[in-house]
């Protein structure tokens, strides 16, 4: 691990102050991902602002009935909360599908969201990876790719998002707010807050360095039955190879995400008016970019049976 | 990062303070006041002064201060400077679950988190469960049902366990409860996906469910 200064911060201002003025800074939540990257060298931070102290560690209740989640409300409790629970169970289920108990006690709701990718290639520094090293090469594009992206990619990186909270976050329609050195304070929806990776796949989001993730924002509660189906290849503690959240009226319609299939949770508002015409139909519309290897095209037909078992669980 | 180095004489805990020295660094003691303060080291690294700081947290019921480079993490510090070696590395990347300790309450991976990031914690690794003559309940659970073979993943098994069971008893749901609402059964499933970030490569699972079934007075 290369070597770096550490700071505790008692303020946000204070953490995005000094993000702005200390070259090569990186918060510091959880830590789950990041520490683990950077024994590999992949992360090489100067300097870290630990932000564990700060007080965003409430879910509450905004003005218009939804829900402001702390950026470091833990996977866990955001999972347990009796509000979460009840009126957003996708989200309770996404979070209960990923990680273990150790990393879900860890993990926090940004670090969740800014977390990497865990392409092979990304992770093996012998390996040529434009997100890594940009400009070097792309090693999964024609290597081992089944667990890669099948949209949303270009010839510089297919890499996937990992998250599961995401996906069902996106189908909630959650908003992400942030606070920049500079005094802004933004709300991003969480769509807008991933970036394609084009000829650029090492910047990943759209938040500028001196700017802090505080909360993540649902919009008050839209009922329905409340589906997260995660397909792997173990049982537990494994990255999807697609999952599903599907959000499901009695009148067929909602709200669908995909995971493991792009660069960010795989949504499309206008895919989503084909909901009461199937799974077939809504994944044709989805999926209708798709460009994935030979390895992952099974992809595409695994995720239109993933929509299909939720719609019929919700159903059900 | 200081390399592990055994002191001449050998290292042993006294109840008061411990200097462990380290071929080409200067020690110094910090702390000495108080009885409850077992180990404090200085560690000089006055090439790089920046890349080390102070900690300090309760460790097995005991307070320790000490110097430590910002890039090690909570299991080294236990093993290398500590010589607590119950909490074992196994991958070193939080996903065999062998280095799992108890922090606030809380099952973490040990080996995932820097020690420089637990000012004030509290923190209980299976040294600080049971001792041989005193074991903990589950300790006493894995002997019985066998709940190992090299015993390699066990100190992480039984630390995850115990606070699993927390987990189980504070109504947090898991990926198999059925109902999201209600509190969990303790059933084989649900301890069998609560305990999956604990890998045991030699397959003692179903001894080690029977052992945790038994303290957690679930059904098979």
Not at chain 1, 30 to 45: A, F, Q, R, Y
Not at chain 2, 197 to 214: F, K, P, T
Request: one cysteine or more.
């Amino acid at each position: 691990m290369k070597s770096f200064t550490y700071e505790r911060v008692t303020s946000a201002q204070k953490a995005v102050n000094a993000a702005a003025s200390t070259p090569g800074a990186r918060f510091i939540a959880g830590g789950t991902n990041l520490l683990d990257l950077m024994k590999l060298e992949i992360e090489t931070p100067q300097h870290l602002i630990d932000v564990n102290g700060l007080e965003f560690d409430k879910i509450t209740m905004t003005e218009d009935g939804g829900l402001r989640i702390g950026a470091l409300v833990r996977n866990t409790d955001l999972a347990a909360a009796p509000q979460v629970r009840r009126d957003y169970a996708v989200l309770s289920r996404a979070l209960l599908a990923g990680a273990s108990g150790q990393l879900r006690n860890k993990a926090t709701t940004a670090g969740n969201l800014l977390q990497r990718t865990r392409c092979a290639y990304f992770y093996d520094t012998n390996q040529p990876c434009n997100k890594r090293r940009p400009g070097a090469g792309c090693a999964a594009i024609g290597g081992a790719s089944r667990q890669h992206a099948i949209v949303g990619g270009s010839n510089a990186c297919i890499a996937s998002h990992p998250s599961d909270m995401a996906v069902a976050m996106r189908a909630l329609g959650a908003m992400v707010e942030t606070l920049h050195s500079n005094g802004q304070v933004r709300t991003i929806p969480l769509n807008d807050l991933y970036r394609a990776p084009g000829d650029t796949p090492h910047i990943e989001n759209t938040l500028d360095t001196a700017e802090l993730i505080t909360a993540v924002i649902l919009p008050k509660p839209v009922g329905g039955k409340h589906i997260y189906y995660k397909v792997r290849d173990r049982a537990s503690y494994a990255f999807a190879l697609v999952s599903v959240a599907a959000i499901v009226q009695p009148d067929q319609t909602g709200q669908v995400a995909l995971g493991g299939v792009a660069y960010k949770p795989w949504r499309s508002e206008e895919a989503e008016v084909y909901l009461p015409d199937g799974a077939n139909a809504i994944t044709m519309h989805l999926l209708a970019d798709a460009h994935p290897t030979a390895q992952n095209a099974f992809k595409i037909k695994l995720a239109e049976r993933a929509i299909g078992l939720a719609l019929s669980n919700a159903s059900s | 990062m200081n390399p592990r180095k055994p002191s001449e004489d050998g290292f042993r805990l006294s109840r008061r303070q411990v200097l462990i020295g380290t071929a080409g660094s200067a020690v110094t003691a910090v702390f000495a006041k108080a009885d409850d303060v077992q180990a404090v080291t200085r560690m000089e690294t006055a090439a790089d002064p920046p890349s080390s700081s102070h900690v300090a947290f309760i460790l097995n019921g005991r307070r320790y201060a000490l110097d430590v480079d910002n890039r090690i993490t909570l299991l080294d510090v236990l093993r290398e400077r500590l010589h607590l070696t119950g909490t074992k590395k196994g991958c070193d990347h939080g996903q065999c679950g062998a280095c799992t300790v108890i922090v606030e309450g809380r099952r973490i991976n040990a080996c995932l988190t820097l020690a420089v990031m637990h000012e004030g914690d509290s923190i209980t690794t299976i040294e600080g469960l049971g001792t041989p003559d005193n074991l903990h309940p589950l300790q006493a659970a894995f002997i019985k049902h066998d709940g190992y073979q090299c015993g390699y993943c066990t100190p992480g098994q039984i630390c995850s366990a115990v606070a699993m069971l927390e987990e189980l008893k504070a109504g947090v749901p898991s990926h198999v409860s059925s109902d999201l609402i209600a509190t969990s059964a303790v059933t084989d499933a649900e301890i069998r996906e609560r305990m999956s970030g604990n890998i045991c490569r030699c397959g003692a699972y179903s001894n080690i469910v029977d052992a945790i079934r038994e303290i957690a007075g679930g059904q098979a």
